[in-house]
Every structure is written in C-alpha cells, then in structure tokens.
C-alpha cells in the first residue's frame, strides 16, 4: 500500500461507502475514513450487519477503528445496483434471535463432529487462528 | 519522492523513475548487500535486480502477479469464501483487488450482492486460481531458480 502507480492502494477508497468482512465472520458497512500500510481502517457511520438466511439486520455501531490484520476483505458498495431485491430486512431483535438459533444449531453440529473424529484418534485445527504473526 | 517504508526490511524505497518497473532502491540496514564485495556488487547495477536481491522472495511473486494484472483469476480465501474477478492490482503484500467480483461457489454469502470491486488482504488468501495459459511456468521456474541461487550468496 504505497504511493507507486499501478498497486493496490485504498486510498481512492476513502470516503466511500464499503462493506468489510472480518476474520470473525462479522460485516461492517461504513464510509472509509482513513488508512495506513497494515491495512487498518477507520469507518464512520459504521453499520454491522447481521445475515441469517435470507433475513439482515442492521445494528448501528458508530465510528470503527479496525486493526488490520482482521480485515479479510474490503469491497466497495455500489450504490446504484439493485441489492436488497431477495434479502428482506428485520428489525434487531429478530436478527439477533434467528443468529443465537443459528449459533446453537452450529454448535451442535460441531459438537458432534468433534466427538466422532476424536473417537478416531483425530483433531482438526480452527482455520481463523492458525497463523498468529 | 519517498515511496515507502518497508519495516520487514528496514528497505527505503525512493522511486527516481515514473514507472514500477525501474524504481531505484536504496537499502538500509541490510548487511549482505552492505558488506557485499565490489565483485559481486557489479552484478548488483541494474536497479531491478538490486530490487530483486533485497526484497528476495517477497519480490519474486509480486513481480509474477503484476504480470498478470487485467487476467481473470478466482481467489480462494482461508474462511472458505471464493472469489472470481479480474485481477486490478497487487502489492508488495501480496494484497490483491479485484474487480468485476462475482462469489464463484453457492452464495451462502449474500452480503457480496452490491460490491463490485474488493480489496483481499494477503494474509488471508489460500489459493490464487490462475488459467493455465496465462503462466508461463519455464520462466517462473527459472527465475525462481535465480532467486534460489542468489538466496545462497
């Protein structure tokens, strides 16, 4: 992230609307502030953004600052295409309910999964935490 | 004009020339090249390959996907997420932005709906799927030859 032609450089990105999704599995939707050369980002007006299904909830959040070496991905919203055509919004309570049933559900199954690969004399690693640098 | 500020390599970049592929580099605080002999230093002239010397490895892949900006390739991210699109630009991190992004598999990941160009940090990528006919992989096996050599000067 520098100052030569031709690289990748956030710095036409700033203060445009863009969406941020987190190692966490977390979205973030808010103008793009400021940057530097670890990828940190400063969001304003900062929206998250919960999906189950077809279902989103919006939960204002304010002014982020996101250390860098969460960020997955960062990608530009157009506001002129057509997105919310199948999603259908709900208020926060709803989308945070549906999300505590999806967490279960998930844990359930992994709960699962973990038993019958450690009855096999096998275990595998979480991906999110597997290069700490 | 001071370009950037590698910490990694402690590496100061000054970018005499207009384009990418002839900056002039100046490095700091690297003792191979600084306790290098005037023999081999000759071998060092052209700016690219001293370029190439300091930044080693790291170089060695940036200057493979610069080459193959403006190609379609799909990128496999470690969360599982795979992304296909038009490679726009890369850096020195290996940081890739892509545009005209579509998500390739199944889209359990409808929140990608309204973007249409996105920045990938590196250290999060797991595969950069290339088509086959854009590599040419004689060159990219010998120049990883050379840099394999030069790593044990």
Not at chain 1, 64 to 90: A, H, S, W, Y
Not at chain 2, 35 to 58: D, G, K, N, Q
């Amino acid at each position: 992230m520098n100052y030569v032609p031709g690289t990748a450089s956030l710095i036409d990105d700033i203060d445009k609307k863009h969406l941020v999704l987190l190692r966490d599995g977390r979205t973030l939707i808010g103008y793009l502030r400021s940057i530097d050369q670890f990828a940190n980002l400063v969001f304003h007006q900062t929206v998250e953004r919960i999906h189950v299904g077809k279902k989103f909830g919006d939960i204002p959040r304010g002014i982020f600052i996101v250390r860098g070496e969460n960020v997955v991905l960062l990608g530009e919203i157009d506001v002129d295409k057509p997105c919310d055509t199948v999603l259908q919004q709900v208020s926060i309570e709803e989308i945070l309910e549906e999300q505590r049933l999806q967490q279960q559900a998930k844990q359930e199954t992994e709960k699962v999964k973990m038993q019958v690969l450690k009855d096999r004399g096998l275990s595998i690693p979480k991906a999110d935490n597997l290069d700490e640098y | 004009m001071n370009v950037s500020f590698n910490p990694h390599f402690e590496c100061d970049f000054n970018a005499l020339g207009d384009t990418l592929n002839n900056p002039a580099a100046h490095c700091v605080g690297f003792p191979s090249l600084a306790s290098s002999s005037p023999a081999s230093r000759s071998t060092l002239s052209s700016p690219l390959t001293l370029t190439l010397a300091c930044r080693s490895v790291f170089q060695l892949f940036y200057s493979f996907f610069k080459s193959l900006v403006g190609k379609d390739v799909v990128v496999e991210l470690k969360n599982d997420l795979s992304i296909c699109g038009t490679l726009h630009s890369v850096d020195q991190y290996l940081n890739i932005k892509l545009t005209d992004i579509s998500v390739t598999d199944p889209e359990k990941y409808p929140h990608m709906l309204s973007v249409k160009n996105c920045f990938i940090r590196g250290s999060v990528v797991r595969y950069v799927q290339l088509p086959a006919d854009e590599v040419d992989t004689q060159l990219l096996q010998d120049a990883a030859r050379k840099e394999a050599i030069q790593q044990k000067q």
